[in-house]
């Protein structure tokens, strides 16, 4: 392969600049999903609710609008106005039952102090799309238009559409951002000029792939798309920097390029499969969560760090031959120097860094445990509480004492006195205000029948009633979750096919799917790179010293959170645990795998740890410090939480991992020695007079 990437080069550049082209175009086409509850299994019964309020009657997304300072006309003025907006399938306000023959003198209290607060009023905005649908976002941006300054819209379509709107101003600068950061910190750690702008240009070229073909799975999430490129970015430069070392050693050697190139191919090919079939791999366990956001992301960045080894194979060694006579020419001193002393000084003292490692871990297994325990789930919090949808949704919360609208499916034929027998009892769940369905709505003073077909058919199809519950507890808390069960418990008694719908409800099924997720995908990514660690090194101890030693670094890493004080979002201890597994498992497999080499050479574990630091060190800095430099600059800048607290904890990862790979690993290759030569395939002939 070698020899025919150096033979064709220029044909390689030509078809990668070509290809370009479709991908962009396939980018571009690639839908980008906002809602975090869309990745919830069909088969739950919160989902098929919301697709039955869809398909029966054309309800999808909901909203309530907040009014101020207006009177009667003026409300009921503006809920016309509403229903002129594309997708809008019904408003329901003090207005609309006013224009239905209902003024409020004949409403029972509960409904129009629902309604009403003082100079506020309230109007529900029922979709006929779903929550994140683009019809439902640009209709969204209608509403706003429309209430222009006189009114606030809530609801999780607000949230997407504020969400989708900072993504996408905020995405092209995480991509500057990284760029920028990541070439500063090449320009001064490697020993030339040019070599770090071919690198990041071989890498672009296959992040625009990565992206481009995404386009084959219909739809990526934001988050997906914000993370993808930055963590390709990072995780796959290793390579380029091992071709390149490779190449520049081959060319001290053997004064032909294309031979020392050709070489450096082969020797590449050979030395990171292994490495980044553990990246991979650690990617492919995100495959296995129920919550399939984990698909998505892990779909990606797998076929990411796939895309990143044949770039630096084929197009990386196409541009170093193009520009060789100018990369020679600007080579300077790198500031890294040699680690000799540094190295000395971790071999000679390595008890203490035994004695450290085993003194970290209870404390930081027990932040780690507790900040897996604390995580929020509330996905509205990802977002800066200045933003519209936040400002609404407080106005709902503090004036009106309601955070959450239950939208409950029952069989239209159930009879009227088990219709109210259920919503009574409704009414005395704890932080239930209000139940709302026609017949509570009207009281004993108007029959259903005289009301007009519009007003019926916002609430009754075929073959379901939809009433609301409306409660003051917040999504995502414990009161929410006793709520719900409150809630299905009675509804399942009058009705056993009962749906119970809304962002509480699939907010609940998410928590319950994730907390067993966290548990399959750690389990999966550990048990795959064990098993890729144990065919790469050949030895059945060092996959356990190796994981050991990440997994420290993981415990580290998410255990400061507790000791901080900081809450992260559900998603980020999921995501960061696989990532930082297979991102930095690379600097572990490294310097294991020199370590063995020394040792196979004949020296004793001391002289072997110490060539093994010394040699490895230069490429776990840069590396580290790359990805570091990568997803820093995005964490401090990014103002959505999710993206910057998971860029900051990767940043974090990094840099605990170049501390703890370089002296707790070679201490414990020192201290189990004994038990490697008797466990690893090839190193039972060692004996004790090594040299």
Not at 306 to 319: F, H, K, Q, R, Y
Not at 444 to 454: G, I, K, N, Y
């Amino acid at each position: 392969m070698g020899n025919f990437v150096v033979k064709y080069r220029k044909l390689i550049l030509i078809l990668s600049v070509a290809l370009i082209i479709p991908a962009l175009i396939g980018f571009l086409n690639t839908r980008i999903n906002y809602d975090m509850l869309n990745y919830l299994p069909d088969s739950m019964d919160t989902v098929k609710g919301q697709q039955a309020l869809l398909d029966e009657f054309h309800k999808g997304a909901f909203s309530m609008v907040i009014t101020e300072d207006l009177d009667s006309s003026q409300i009921a003025a503006l809920e016309d106005d509403l229903k002129t907006v594309d997708h809008v399938d019904s408003v329901l306000g003090l207005g609309t039952l006013e224009n239905a023959g209902l003024p409020a003198e004949i409403l029972p209290d509960s409904v129009y102090d629902t309604f009403k607060k003082g100079n506020e009023s309230l109007i529900a905005v029922f979709f006929d799309t779903s929550t994140s649908a683009d019809e439902t976002i640009q209709a969204i941006k209608e509403a706003r238009e429309v209430v222009d300054n006189h009114a606030y819209i809530s609801g999780m379509s607000a949230f997407v559409t504020d969400l989708r709107a900072l993504s996408e101003s905020e995405q092209i600068y995480y991509i500057i951002i990284a760029v920028v950061l990541a070439l500063i910190v090449m320009l001064i750690l490697l020993d030339n000029w040019l070599a770090p702008i071919l690198f990041l240009t071989s890498i672009g070229i296959m992040i625009i792939y990565n992206l481009g073909t995404n386009v084959f799975m219909g739809e990526i999430s934001y988050l997906t798309k914000a993370l993808s490129a930055i963590l390709q970015l990072a995780v796959t430069m290793d390579y380029s920097i091992f071709l390149y070392h490779s190449y520049r050693e081959n060319l001290e050697n053997d004064h032909d390029p294309e031979r020392a190139m050709a070489d450096a191919i082969k020797a590449t090919l050979s030395s990171v499969v292994g490495s980044s079939a553990t990246t991979v791999a650690g990617f492919v366990a995100l495959c296995f969560m129920t919550f399939t956001l984990g698909l998505d992301l892990g779909l990606v960045m797998a076929k990411g760090v796939v895309l990143g080894v044949l770039g630096s194979v084929t197009v990386l060694p196409a541009l170093i031959l193009t520009f060789n006579r100018l990369l020679t020419k600007l080579d300077h001193k790198s500031v890294l120097g040699t680690f000799d002393k540094l190295s000395k000084l971790i071999i000679k003292v390595f008890p203490v860094f035994i004695i450290t490692f085993v003194a970290l871990i209870p404390p930081f297994l027990y932040g780690y445990e507790q900040t897996n325990n604390n995580v929020y789930y509330e996905i509205s919090r990802s977002l800066p509480s200045d933003m519209d949808f936040a400002v609404a949704n407080r106005k709902l919360s503090e004036d009106f004492g309601l955070a959450n609208v239950h939208m409950i499916l029952t069989d239209a034929n159930l009879a009227a006195n088990e219709a109210a027998a259920m919503s009574n009892e409704l009414k005395e769940v704890d932080g239930i205000k209000t139940v709302l369905n026609l017949e509570q709505a009207l009281g004993d003073q108007v029959p259903v029948e005289a009301l007009p077909d519009s007003i019926i058919n916002i609430t009754k199809s075929d073959k379901h009633e939809l009433t609301l519950a409306i409660s003051e507890y917040k999504t995502a808390t414990d009161e929410m979750t006793d709520q719900i069960d409150a809630i299905n418990g009675i509804i399942k008694k009058y009705d056993d096919q009962a749906l119970l719908v809304g962002e509480a409800g699939l907010t609940n099924d998410m928590i319950q799917l994730t907390s067993t997720d966290f548990q399959v995908v750690n389990t999966v990514s550990i048990v795959a790179i064990f098993v890729i660690i144990a065919i790469v090194t050949g030895s059945l101890s060092l996959p356990f010293i190796l994981i050991a030693v990440i997994e420290s670094a993981i415990f580290i890493n998410l255990g400061l959170p507790f000791y901080t004080g900081s809450q992260l979002s559900f998603i980020t201890p999921i995501c960061i645990s696989t990532i930082q597994l297979g991102a930095t498992v690379d600097y572990a497999i490294l310097l294991t795998t020199r370590y063995k080499r020394e040792r196979l050479d004949g020296r004793n574990s001391r002289k072997a740890a110490f060539i093994a630091v010394k040699t490895s060190l230069p490429s776990i800095i840069v590396s580290g410090a790359v990805l570091f430099a990568a997803t820093i600059g995005v964490a401090i800048y990014s103002r959505a939480d999710m993206i910057s607290s998971m860029c900051m904890l990767m940043a974090r990862g990094a840099i605990i991992s170049i501390v703890l790979v370089p002296t707790i690993l070679p201490s414990l290759l020192i201290l189990a020695d004994p038990l490697i030569i008797r466990t690893t395939f090839g190193m039972k002939k060692l004996t004790k007079g090594s040299k």
